[in-house]
């Protein structure tokens, strides 16, 4: 006899994952109670913006979730491996409700936080700091700041994008800086 054992997953974001899910498979139903975890704007992309990431350097912010509309745990690792563009899952975390508490603080915040929730399973962005391609790389606000001025117009339109369209709840040091010195202010609903 075949069991199936059907699991819920969420889904942990905090950026354009909010408001540019594309083909994520997630319900699209973004909670305002996710873990409270440390994010800031700290990776370049190819594109020019600077995106938030886990960072444990930095104080912790409110962050959001969605229930994913597969419960195979693969599947929704590769959906947001896929949407994220990464070319592998390394950068894709996950735990389940049942496992073991982590000895990393992150990890250990999201298992804590999990067993709060009616989901068997999560999973998050976990890429790294990255600043000018120099992996690990956390620039300083002054040096996102200098980042940001000298992008080409296209790429700042992308970058203010970015910054402005991070749920307002999304208050990190380097945002407020941002908003000081650009104007960038929220203009996603404040949740």
């Known amino acids: ?3 199936i054992i059907l699991m819920r997953i969420g889904c942990i974001g905090w950026g354009s ?5 594309g083909d994520l498979l997630v319900d699209k139903n973004w909670r305002d109670d996710g873990p409270q975890l440390p994010i800031e704007f700290l990776r370049t992309s190819q594109d020019g913006r600077l995106t938030l990431v886990i960072c444990d350097l930095f104080p912790v912010i409110s ?5 994913m509309t597969t419960s195979n745990i693969p599947e929704a690792i590769e959906s947001l491996r896929d949407r994220e563009n990464c070319p592998t899952a390394k950068p894709i975390g996950m ?6 508490v982590p000895e990393n603080a992150v990890k250990k915040t999201i298992h804590s936080w999990l067993q709060s929730k009616d989901i068997d399973a999560v999973i998050w962005t976990n890429l790294g700091p990255k600043f000018n391609d120099e992996r690990g790389r956390i ?4 040096e996102a700041l200098d980042y940001l001025s000298n992008l080409s117009l296209k ?3 992308l970058a203010e994008e970015y910054v402005r369209k991070a749920p307002g ?3 990190t040091v380097y945002r407020s800086k941002f908003e000081e010195a650009f104007g960038w202010v929220p203009i996603y609903p404040v949740r």
């Open 1 to 3: 006899m075949l069991f």
């Open 95 to 100: 735990l389940k409700r049942l496992d073991l």
């Open 139 to 142: 620039a300083t606000v002054e």
């Open 169 to 171: 709840k999304v208050a």
């Open 63 to 67: 962050t959001y979730w969605s229930l």
């Open 17 to 21: 994952l909010i408001w540019k899910p």
């Open 155 to 157: 790429e700042q339109e």
